[in-house]
């Protein structure tokens, strides 16, 4: 069974920054393509970033590029995001999820449903 852990969600004022982990176990990390998914209550869930296998590909939303980082440690078995200049509207819970194929190109990976494990999320509030 592939578990996903995350974990760094917290409150932060606007303009300041937060790293999120995705902590993997039962698995090894490296065959797998990562992508954070956000949703906001009322929202659709959207793909913000996504990093391939052995992180020669990144990718990110239009709404989070210059502002958000990956970044992946696979001797750590963990994916990072780096978050900077945070506003209100990055406010959600944010998942990992994790797929063998997914590479990153394309928009494949900002589908939910390209995706086979999740993590159950951690909550990221930006105050005004």
């Known amino acids: 069974q592939l578990q996903l852990v995350e974990s760094g969600g917290g409150l932060v004022q606007s303009g300041g920054s937060l790293r999120l982990s995705c902590a993997a176990s039962g698995f090894a990390l490296d065959y797998y393509g990562i992508t954070w998914f956000r949703q906001a209550p009322g929202k659709e869930r959207e793909g913000v970033s996504c990093i391939s296998s052995k992180g020669d590909n990144t990718n990110y939303a239009d709404s989070v590029k210059g502002r958000f980082s990956i970044s992946r440690d696979n001797a750590r078995n963990t994916v990072y995001l780096q978050m900077n200049s945070l506003k209100p509207e990055d406010t959600a819970l944010y998942y990992c999820?994790?797929?063998?194929?997914?590479?990153?190109?394309?928009?494949?990976?900002?589908?939910?449903?390209?995706?086979?494990?999740w993590g159950r999320g951690t909550q990221v509030t930006v105050s005004s």
């Open positions: 999820a994790a797929e063998d194929w997914i590479d990153c190109y394309g928009t494949s990976w900002t589908w939910s449903d390209s995706f086979s494990s």
